[in-house]
């Protein structure tokens, strides 16, 4: 999925720079590009509605505002247990949109 756009509810907020698909612990880091001054953040694999390999975009359940108010990216500390799970309680507080898997 590296490469593909992402949409959150609201349009577009970059492209994903790197995805994991084990169980219990997936997600997506995903580069705003100049949205969000260059940054990347994390997003939980659970706020992932839809992909269209068609279009190569990945649809998020989160806004734009949702997505910038997470956490600060750690890059060096991303794939610890407790900085997912700190990123996990913040999109977690807000309730799911239809089609939320």
Sequence with gaps: ???Y???ATDGKIGSV???TYEVGDSYLV???G?????KKVLLPASTVTQIDPQERKVFV????Q???DAPEFDEVGYK???YRDQVGDYYGRFPHGPGTI
């Design 80 to 82: 610890e247990p407790a």
């Design 30 to 32: 995903v580069d705003t």
């Design 66 to 68: 949702e997505i910038k």
């Design 61 to 64: 359940s989160r806004t734009k």
């Design 34 to 38: 100049p949205w969000i001054f260059g």
């Design 5 to 7: 756009h992402v949409e």
């Design 1 to 3: 999925m590296a490469g």
């Design 17 to 19: 720079d790197e995805a």
